[in-house]
């Protein structure tokens, strides 16, 4: 009975990076938050510039909200900035909870809570030409029920 679990301990062993989670945001690279930090701002500035930073020009935003399929290019989507802070700025809530690094390739999962809509955005970014970009943006967004 023990050579089965002698056959598994080395499999478990190689297995163990693939299972590793995803490095805390704050220990990231500074490189690869830089894009997503400016997506951030965008959405608490109304800057259209801070996105356009942020975004790779080819890029494509593509989401769920409340159930209806969105899809637009990273222009269009910069285009909607709205130059100047929401009015409910002080009641949103924004935060990176993981970032996921391989080569030249990273994951962000950003989640945006705001009073009327709880958004879930995937940032799939790519090191172009020796900069991170996001490449796609993914996301759902469920709205909230009236006080």
């Known amino acids: ?81 709205a130059g100047k802070p929401p009015a409910d700025e002080a009641q949103r809530r924004r935060r990176i909870v993981s970032i996921d690094v391989s080569g030249d390739a990273a994951v962000a999962k950003v989640e945006l809570d705001y009073p009327k809509v709880f958004f879930v955005d995937y940032l799939s970014l790519l090191k172009v030409d020796g900069e991170w970009k996001i490449a796609q943006k993914t996301y759902t967004g469920t709205s909230k029920p009236a006080p």
């Open 1 to 81: 009975m023990q050579k089965p679990l002698a056959l598994a301990a080395p499999l478990v062993l190689l297995l163990v990076p693939f299972l590793a989670p995803a490095a805390p945001p704050a220990e990231a690279d500074p490189a690869v938050r830089a894009p997503v930090e400016a997506y951030l701002r965008g959405h608490a500035t109304g800057d259209g510039e801070e996105w356009r930073k942020a975004f790779h020009p080819t890029a494509m935003v593509t989401g769920l909200r409340d159930g209806k399929l969105q899809s637009m290019t990273a222009p269009d989507f910069v285009s909607r900035a």
